[in-house]
């Protein structure tokens, strides 16, 4: 079967390799005899309404935001009219920071973000860095990731986290909460890039995109004994790394 992912702003938003992402989906669906065919969604580009299963956004720098936030918040129609329809959506550190409300950069600039998840960014002089570990408990999982970020994520009252920070910053160091769903949206922090070292949740996403398409959800298992170890190896470094401030 044929999957549409639609990959936004590739050539602004690719920061520590999450364009890689792209390539552990591709590389998982073509393992399972499925297609993706993946459609660069640029500056000016309409959103192809009705047309894409899965979405995908990286991080990158506060220029790289700035250049991309007012082009997306005239592309917010579209994408939410999709996310209702049951399209996935990854979104990956500034990206993510995108999928809110508004992103404050630490020189006090408001970003307009597309308000497609209910929360906000305030960025702050001192960075967040390190790997980090969560619990999923919405999937019975743990996701494994690098963080690198001076923004402070606030959830609204009520908005379901990605995970709980094991070890780690997470959205702003204190909640011990990172990342964001809903229905099938899924926001992070997590860079590295994410899904090499967390198969299960590529295949997650996999099997969202494949319901929007109307085909079957079920996968097929994968050999994935150097996945499981690249989990392992960073879950351990976050671990030992500690908690949060």
């Given at each position: 079967?044929?999957?549409?992912?639609?990959?936004?702003?590739?050539?602004?938003?690719?920061?520590?390799?999450?364009?890689?992402?792209?390539?552990?989906?591709?590389?998982?669906?073509?393992?399972?005899?499925?297609?993706?065919?993946?459609?660069?969604?640029?500056?000016?580009?309409?959103?192809?309404?009705?047309?894409?299963?899965?979405?995908?956004?990286?991080?990158?720098?506060?220029?790289?935001?700035?250049?991309?936030?007012?082009?997306?918040?005239?592309?917010?129609?579209?994408?939410?009219?999709?996310?209702?329809?049951?399209?996935a959506?990854?979104?990956?550190?500034?990206?993510?920071?995108?999928?809110?409300?508004?992103?404050?950069?630490?020189?006090?600039?408001?970003?307009?973000?597309?308000?497609?998840?209910?929360?906000?960014?305030?960025?702050?002089?001192?960075?967040?860095?390190?790997?980090?570990?969560?619990?999923?408990?919405?999937?019975?999982?743990?996701?494994?990731?690098?963080?690198?970020?001076?923004?402070?994520?606030?959830?609204?009252e009520?908005?379901?986290?990605?995970?709980?920070?094991?070890a780690?910053?997470?959205?702003d160091?204190?909640?011990?909460?990172?990342?964001?769903?809903?229905?099938?949206?899924?926001g992070?922090?997590?860079?590295?890039?994410?899904?090499?070292?967390?198969?299960?949740?590529?295949?997650?996403?996999?099997?969202?995109a494949?319901?929007?398409?109307?085909?079957?959800?079920?996968?097929?298992?994968?050999?994935?004994?150097?996945?499981?170890?690249?989990?392992?190896?960073?879950?351990?470094?976050?671990?030992?790394?500690?908690?949060?401030?």
């Amino acid at each position: 079967m044929k999957l549409r992912v639609g990959h936004l702003y590739p050539d602004y938003l690719n920061i520590y390799a999450d364009r890689g992402n792209i390539a552990v989906l591709i590389e998982r669906a073509r393992l399972r005899g499925h297609e993706l065919d993946v459609r660069a969604i640029g500056m000016h580009d309409r959103v192809p309404v009705g047309e894409i299963d899965l979405f995908y956004v990286g991080g990158g720098q506060d220029r790289e935001q700035a250049l991309v936030a007012d082009d997306l918040a005239a592309k917010a129609p579209p994408l939410r009219g999709a996310v209702e329809a049951g399209a996935a959506f990854l979104a990956v550190c500034g990206g993510y920071q995108l999928l809110g409300r508004f992103y404050r950069d630490v020189a006090g600039v408001e970003h307009p973000g597309i308000g497609l998840l209910p929360l906000h960014t305030v960025a702050e002089p001192r960075r967040m860095i390190g790997d980090v570990l969560l619990e999923c408990t919405w999937a019975g999982r743990t996701l494994a990731g690098f963080e690198n970020h001076a923004g402070r994520t606030l959830l609204d009252e009520g908005a379901e986290p990605l995970g709980r920070v094991v070890a780690g910053f997470g959205n702003d160091g204190r909640s011990g909460y990172e990342g964001c769903r809903y229905r099938r949206v899924y926001g992070t922090y997590l860079h590295g890039p994410l899904l090499p070292r967390n198969p299960w949740f590529a295949d997650h996403l996999l099997a969202e995109a494949l319901a929007h398409a109307g085909g079957p959800t079920e996968l097929a298992p994968l050999p994935d004994e150097l996945e499981r170890q690249a989990h392992a190896v960073s879950a351990e470094r976050a671990r030992s790394r500690g908690g949060r401030f």
